[in-house]
């Protein structure tokens, strides 16, 4: 069982940035797929960003050269920076971690963008 902590949202102006944190529970961490997703007001939940041990990485198109995702295997985290934000990036984000038949989401943080 993998237990997953955001931290990091707010309210933020166009232009923008903010840094979400994702803290994971357990001894494997580093073996685990580690992504965030976010899921706008009345929209189906969508991949934001993912990276995989190795840290490879990939993008959503809406955010590629805004956000960058890393992790610290050292201290179980993953981190989304987000600059230039814009209101369409308004949603609530959430961690995920996943290992073969194993998936785990954290509880979400708000992140508005808005002047």
């Known amino acids: 069982q993998v237990q997953l902590v955001e931290s990091g949202g707010g309210l933020v102006q166009p232009g923008g940035s903010l840094r979400l944190s994702c803290a994971a529970s357990?001894?494997?961490?580093?073996?685990?797929?580690m992504a965030w997703y976010r899921q706008p007001p009345g929209k189906q939940r969508e991949l934001v960003a993912a990276?995989?041990?190795?840290?490879?990485?990939n993008y959503a198109d809406s955010v590629k050269g805004r956000f960058t995702i890393s992790r610290d295997d050292a201290k179980n985290t993953v981190y989304l920076q987000m600059n230039s934000l814009k209101p369409e990036d308004t949603s609530v984000y959430y961690c995920?971690?996943?290992?073969?038949?194993?998936?785990?989401w954290g509880q979400g943080t708000q992140v508005t963008v808005s002047s």
């Open positions: 357990g001894s494997i961490f580093r073996f685990y797929t």
């Open positions: 995920n971690a996943n290992l073969v038949n194993a998936n785990y």
């Open positions: 990276i995989r041990r190795g840290d490879s990485t």
